[in-house]
């Protein structure tokens, strides 16, 4: 009998070593500057993005540029007198991790800034508490209105957190370019939705939904599905008897691809829009179909004469092309925040009571980005509102209209 | 008409999956009144286990699906057997006579555990990966009703493989063991059952089912990821619930109840699909208010 309770308690305990080890933070800093003097210390960039679990092929390409953007300016001796490191914590794209990560980088008094979040969702937890720490947060990713103009965005925008930024244009713009695409250009009058029902998704298809009317097409059906759904059959025979030209997923790409695919099987042939939550290759691996579209953040990175040093630098640093959707984004995230900490330090030391001129710095900083001109106004919302539609065509997303949400 | 016919067909589909895997929750608690909480995850690396059997075939089986599917189930099978089989032997045989709640909460962590292993040790199990092409494609379609052959095959296999299991426990020799450990295993003892045998032997039936609706998993819905054990595996629980645990027919009853609400209510329900789980729920405690110990199965007898 003692025998077997040692036995037992250690398989409990070899689960809880395995459960730890999962757990655990992955830590990794930029390598040393050449040359530079960097006798004051080390600062820390944050990063907080789903490194693990089905989104980390973005959150990924977000860590890594974001680390080729510290790798640079301490070549570049950026920030005088400082070594700048990058510490990457996960966030599974889980709100609840997402404010352990924020709450962990907060009480270190060496974390200048946080590039993150990839969701929404998670930067609606997470915001709040870098905010109480006045920890300036720029985000590559986070495509939610309210989360810099608050619920009435767009009759009566109030800014939510002084500490919050972003690099690229919003839903309450992509929603209705996707809309404009599909009524107008694509002739697509009959619209049905499918969301996932989370913060990115509902608000995506709900801004949709806005202009889809308005331009004289017809919403013909909603539908919400489980975010770790894999059978989509009941959804997908309830929309086909609407007889919708097209389908609007309001999520990502990890339910979106087997969506597109369940839809042809079961005879659905019309074509699966989203957002930039489903442009990743990864849409395509899992069962996206020719002729499925997507609205993204920015102008496609390879057009960009400015993305062109990012992407080889990239390349050079990381031997594969892997910055995913928001690569460009956070590496421009990255770079606003090292420009506000060089202009705040100034030759002079970082401490905490520094905070208030840096989060100055960020909402005033101006730079030219991967991206394009890296600008915030005055919600912290970026004033690059260029996006992009893209369609898979022979097994890739081509990009086939770039342009602003002109009305 | 056409999308309730569409609806129902989905509804049998996902009802043959869910009775594959309740089918182990059941039988297991019929032995040994364990809810094998871990079984769902069974059922994931069996997935993975087809997959990999699959990746590892010369590239010319690769394209012959005659010989890689059957190929896929056996590795499948063999690989959820195995885990099944460790499982009972050194999570759950040294709390045989512990009490109750001990089991039950070592089958957490060992689903807890299982999901983990698969995440950080199959290559790329991170996000979701797709199955390979070995299926057949296309289906039978009347009208604008489709169906595809994967899921006609699930159905097969399912309602097939619970009848053999259904007439293996009442015929054979082996089936009356089980019967009369499941009555009483100290009698059963005395009669010159062994028990242990006897268990394990119900891991691995339970565990040939979850092998093979793995497979079909990954076969019907083309990709697979972490997650389908957790998910699947609470319906199937709820299934084997409904239909009285330790029937195998209630639980195949229940598993097709569960799939036929799910599909139905998210058509017609107020709420549509973005309460659809609720109604399934919604059944299940009606049906355990009315009957606790649900549609087949016997009232609890205390032991002496």
Redesign the interface.
Known sequence: MRK??V??AA??G??LL??A??GSNKEEGGTAGGSCDTSKGTLTVGVVAPL??????LGIGIKQSAELAVDEANQKCTVKGYKLTVSAQDDEANPAKGAQAATKLSTDPNVVGVVGTLNSSVAQTVQPILRDKKIPQVSPANTNPTLTRGNDFLTAPKRQFDNYFRVCATDDLQGPYAANYLVEKAGKKKIAIITD?KTYGAGLAAELTKQVTKKGGQIVGQ????E????F???I??V??LAPEAVYYGGEY?AA??LS??MA???LNVPLMGGDGIFDP?FI???GKEGDLATSVGAPTESLATAKAFVDAYKKKFGKEDYAAYGAFSYDSTNAIIGALAKTVDGGAWDESKRDAMLTNVGSYSGSGATGEIKFDQYGDSTNKVLTVYSVTSGKWKDVQTGEFTG | M??LL??LA??V??GA?IALIALGYTMVYGIIQLINFAHGEVFMVASYGGLATFTLLPDDLKKSPAVALPLMFVGGIVVAVVVAVIMER??YR??RNAPRL?PLI?AL??S??LQ??V??WYPDA???L?YPKVFPEG?L?FG?V?I?WTGVLLVALSVGLSIILQAYINKSRMGRAMRATAQDPDTAKLMGVNPDRVIVLTFIFGAVLAGVAGVM?GG????I?I??G??NGIFAFTAAVLGGVGSIRGAVIGAFIIGLI??LA??YMPG???Y??VWIFVVLILVLVFRPQGLFGEPERVRA
């Open positions: 077997h309770s036995k037992s398989i409990v070899a689960t395995v459960v080890a999962c693990s679990g089905n989104l980390s092929a029902g539908e919400t599905v489980g770790k759904d894999t059978d059959s009941g959804v025979a309830k086909k008897g990890p691809g087997p695919k369940q099987s079961a005879g990864k691996e899992l069962g | 056409s999308v569409q609806q989905n509804g589909i996902q999956l050194f999570a040294p709390l001990a070592t962590g060992v807890v555990f983990e292993a995440r950080v991170t996000s979701n797709p289906g379609s604008s489709n595809a998993f019907y819905l083309s990709n990821n997650d389908m957790f998910q799910k599909t998210g058509q549509g699909t973005q659809d789980y």
